[in-house]
């Protein structure tokens, strides 16, 4: 296999990896998402950084019961060992403070399979083109 058929299968089995994880936290599947962890993993969230199995399911947790939910995956790239995914969510815990959707992204690096670093930021966009949104001018 050349270099770059190899590099093109490590970035498919990446993105499919991905996608796998992605599926299991829509479907909040406990089990299925901390099969994609190890105890030296870690997620960094909203300032803390959740590191180790117990912490990670933990967050998941919270995650499930606000109901946070991908509502429009905009992309999926891969980088060497990292997956970076762009997209837009809500939960409850958005709506409590009457925001319906927040682009965000994920980063999540690989070490042999597993997500060995995982971060969930917000994404800042044009609030302008937010109303216009709502508006149903988009």
Partial sequence: MSDSENKVAVETDLKSRAQAYLDAFGAQDMQRCMDFFTDESSVDFNTTVYT???????????????????????????KGDTVVVDG?????????WRIK?????VTMRF????????????????????LREDMGAW
Wanted: net charge positive; charged share 25%; hydrophobic share 35%.
């Fill in 52 to 78: 180790g199995k117990q912490a990670i399911e933990a967050w998941h947790k919270d995650r499930f019961e606000a109901n946070l939910k991908m509502v429009n995956l905009k992309s999926v790239t891969v």
């Fill in 101 to 105: 959707q927040l682009n965000g992204r």
């Fill in 111 to 130: 070490v042999e399979g597993k997500i060995r670093h995982g971060k969930l930021s917000p994404r800042m966009t044009n609030p302008f083109n937010t």
């Fill in 88 to 96: 837009t969510v809500s939960s409850k815990r958005l709506a409590a």
